[in-house]
């Protein structure tokens, strides 16, 4: 289920049962490339004091926005209150949230390692058929795999790599992708749409030249 | 109801460009967007606005106040009392820090401010230059929008969206930090274009017919109805739409401290305040009600006391047009999201006619009781020493409600607000969700600029007063006429009832000494009056309102009184204190 935060959509049940059990929920956030908006919004977490456990954030397929992937384990109440105060950011255009569940999702990791040291002592080929990983380069002084998967997943590499001198490792946020979504390349048509504001008073003193623009 | 897709053609660009310097277009576009006051104090990194300034004083009044937060609050009131944004005007540096109480105080309670502060050449910037100071980043958790430009080119369009930004949806205070170099550049200027449309940005939520017939359902079978209105009813000039709903369907309702106004004090629906020191019935009532109705108000935890025991029984159907505030403090039946303007009146034509007699007796029982344990002691007397609530009952009956009374934080701000008559709306302005002391003497100012034809009260503390008196220069330079009474009871009021109710009267730093009020207005040339006697109070109050411009007024009252009824904190609404 994708959980947005249309209006038209009420997601809690009763008033009693609030989703009072904490797990990992997938937060993705459409907005406009501004910058610190990514301040805002991080406040919203910190005000909170809320523990962001993964955020990844990139250009999305559309032009000109871009996408937050941010993953923290909390509530769904908790959860939809921040989505909607995510959403009520000028430069955001749309928040949804999601369960495990209901995405798909990875994690990059590099592994670098002594060239010498894996060449003499492991069956390179085997470790990385079994990891389903891959040599991103190989140099005279060092080489670098890769994986990606779930945590798990790129977390048992780095126990088989450590007895032979794992020198570096890092792991990207997580990039998560809804299952089972429309896109958000629909919504963003409702988006564009232009809605009348205010009246605003005309300037009753532009381009009269002379008697305004007198210095 | 779904909002039909429109086309709205571009506005058209005027032709003709003008080379122009960045502090022009922007007075320019202040123009256009119907400013006539600026509050603000210059500084070197604005010195380029300020210049311009100097030849648009025909156009645009502009307020030298005396501290940098005096201009805030005073852009505050001016736009609380006038229904338009107020406009600030601050330096760099320390010009800029001292804006950050009032941008907090204006975000918490939704008021629309355009803030426009210098800022150090765009070169500069990061490199710890004079005076250079990270406003945006200071100043993002407490603005609506902030924007930082660093070219002249920039600003008529981002002073467009920030003027759109601040006044629609629920408004609120936005700044826009101008470098120098932008300010000084000069650019072809093509005409303003105002703004009414950002792409990730909505104001209202589209209003759905099927939750307002949800909630007419509910309210067509409540046996026990009660309304709650706040401000939002105001900000969205709704109180006709407002009016003809609660009389339609017959309901009680009550007000939180923003939402006073939005129909007369006098009304007979209009059954009272909420909150901590609000009124007995309201309060304990909510427990009691099946359908309670909130409309353009947030469930502040002054209002709703402890969560857990607040208005179990009742199914609630919340208006409000901030969706993030559907459901963050009470767990809603059925949502209407939207402008109140608009929801109302479809509400209200799904109502049906009712009077409910019986309960709204019940409130006026409750009222009855209160008079007796509290209100009619408080606003008559039978102490030798004069008591807050009996000056603002004199102050009622000179001016009929029409006033527009400006309040500070403390004691004198409940009392004010509890027993303040109104007979029209944007008539109250304080600060309720922040209480910034020292809020009320600019505020006033700013009050009266918005709405010149009317007569301006503020009701200080003696110790908010002395947080920002040197406004008073501020009245002397500008001759503004604001009427000024200081509750003097020579204490911080509410922190010492505090510390008397809870802190077995460990009275720690409350007692707090003035100095001669009277003398220190008479230095700004201001006229003034303290009295002690009960005798001389009508008269006192009456010269103080006929009094051809600013006029102070100290009145000195009991020093150990406590506003009552009271909901202590951690306590359920229904555990109001009559004493
Ligand atoms: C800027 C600020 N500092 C401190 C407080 C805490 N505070 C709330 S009420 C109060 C006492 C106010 O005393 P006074 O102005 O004399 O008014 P009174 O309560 O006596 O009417 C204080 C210190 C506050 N609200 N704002």
């Excluded at chain 2, 210098?118 to 005076?131: E, I, K, M, S, W």
């Excluded at chain 2, 009222?367 to 609530?389: F, R, S, W, Y």
Aim: glycine share 8%; aromatic share 8%; charged share 20%.
């Amino acid at each position: 289920m994708t959980n947005t935060l249309n209006e038209d959509k009420k997601v809690l049940p009763a008033r009693e049962d609030l989703g009072g059990v904490k797990q990992e929920f997938n937060i993705t956030v459409y907005t406009e490339n501004q910058i610190g908006l990514l301040n805002r919004i991080a406040i919203i977490f910190t005000r909170r004091k809320i523990n962001i456990d993964s955020l990844n954030t990139s250009p999305s397929e559309v032009d000109s926005i871009h996408r937050f992937t941010i993953v923290i384990n909390e509530t769904e109440d908790v959860v939809r209150k921040l989505c909607r105060q995510i959403e009520k950011q000028v430069e955001v255009l749309k928040v949804y949230y999601h369960t495990n569940a209901d995405v798909i999702w990875q994690e990059m990791a590099l592994y670098k390692v002594s060239t010498n040291v894996i060449a003499e002592q492991v069956s390179v080929e085997r470790l990385l058929r079994e990891n389903g990983a891959r040599a991103v380069v190989i140099r005279k002084d060092y080489t670098v795999f890769e994986t990606t998967g779930h945590r798990e997943e790129t977390e048992s590499l780095i126990k088989i790599l450590q007895p032979y001198g794992l020198i570096e490792f890092v792991r990207s946020a997580r990039v998560a992708i809804i299952k089972n979504s429309e896109g958000f390349n629909a919504k963003l048509r409702e988006f564009e749409r232009l809605e009348p504001g205010e009246e605003v008073i005309e300037n009753e003193y532009l381009n009269q030249g002379q008697k305004v623009f007198t210095m | 109801m779904e909002v039909a897709q429109q086309e709205i053609p571009a506005p058209a660009k005027t032709k003709e460009t003008v080379e122009v310097s960045g502090s022009v277009a922007l007075l320019e576009a202040l123009i256009a967007e119907g400013t006539d006051t600026i509050f603000g104090y210059p500084g070197g990194a604005i010195m380029p606005i300020y210049d311009a300034l100097y030849d648009y004083n025909e156009k645009l009044n502009h307020v030298l106040v005396r501290h940098e937060q005096g201009g805030i609050h005073a852009g505050q009131g001016y736009a609380r009392t006038s229904g338009k944004v107020g406009v600030v005007f601050a330096t760099s540096g320390p010009g800029a820090t001292n804006l950050v109480t009032g941008l907090a105080d204006a975000q918490i309670d939704s008021t629309p401010l355009v803030c426009i502060t210098g800022q150090v050449f765009a070169h500069l910037l990061g490199t710890d230059a004079f005076q250079e100071t990270d406003v945006i980043n200071i100043t993002t958790p407490v603005t609506k929008w902030n924007y930082q430009v660093t070219d002249a080119n920039e600003i008529p369009e981002v002073i467009a969206k920030a003027f759109y930004i601040a006044r629609s949806g629920r408004p609120g205070p936005v700044l826009i930090d101008i470098t120098k170099n932008a300010q000084i550049q000069k650019f072809n200027f093509e005409g303003y274009v105002p703004c009414n449309h950002i792409r990730s940005y909505r104001p209202k939520p589209i209003v759905r017919k099927q939750y307002i017939e949800e909630a007419a359902a509910l309210i067509n079978q409540a046996k026990k109805p009660f309304v709650l209105w706040g401000q939002g009813v105001i900000l969205g000039s709704a109180e006709q739409e407002f009016k003809a709903f609660i009389e339609k369907a017959g309901i009680p309702s009550a007000w939180t401290i923003l939402g006073v106004g939005a129909i007369p004090t006098d009304h007979p629906l209009n059954v009272g305040m909420l909150g901590m020191h609000g009124n007995y019935g309201p309060n304990v009532l909510t427990n009691e009600c099946d359908v309670l109705i909130a409309i353009g108000m947030r469930f502040d935890d002054r209002v709703t006391g402890r969560l857990d025991k607040y208005a179990k029984q009742a199914k609630v159907i919340h208006l409000d047009i901030d969706p993030a505030e559907i459901d963050k403090n009470v767990q809603t039946t059925v949502p209407v999201w939207g402008d109140c303007k608009e929801t109302l009146p479809l509400l209200t034509e799904l109502v049906e006619a009712k009077a409910h007699t019986e309960w709204l007796a019940k409130f006026n029982d409750f009222t009855q009781k209160e008079v007796e344990a509290v209100i009619h002691k408080e606003l008559n007397p039978d102490t030798e020493e004069m008591t807050m609530g009996e000056v603002v009952r004199v102050l009622n009956e000179l001016t009929g409600g029409d006033a527009v009374i400006v309040t500070d934080v403390g004691q004198h701000q409940m009392v004010g607000c509890r027993y303040a008559k109104f007979n029209k709306t944007r008539s109250n302005v304080t600060s309720g969700g922040l209480g910034t002391m020292g809020f009320a003497l600019p505020a006033a100012i700013g009050a009266k600029f918005g709405a010149q034809d009317r007569p301006v009260v503020a009701i200080i503390g003696d110790g908010g007063f002395q947080m920002t008196l040197q406004e008073l220069g501020t009245i002397m330079q500008t001759g503004v006429n604001v009427k000024i009474i200081i509750l003097n009871n020579r204490f911080l009021g509410m922190v010492r009832q505090w510390q008397e109710l809870f802190n077995e009267r460990r009275y720690s730093f409350v007692d707090i000494q003035s100095p001669d009020f009277v003398r220190v207005a008479s230095g700004y040339g201001i006229a003034g009056k303290s009295v002690n006697d009960r005798a001389e109070l009508t008269a006192a109050l009456e010269q103080m309102l006929n009094h051809n411009g600013s006029f102070l007024l100290e009145v000195m009252v009991t020093k150990e009184n406590n506003v009552f009824p009271m909901v202590p904190q951690g306590c359920s609404v229904s555990e109001i204190r009559l004493k």
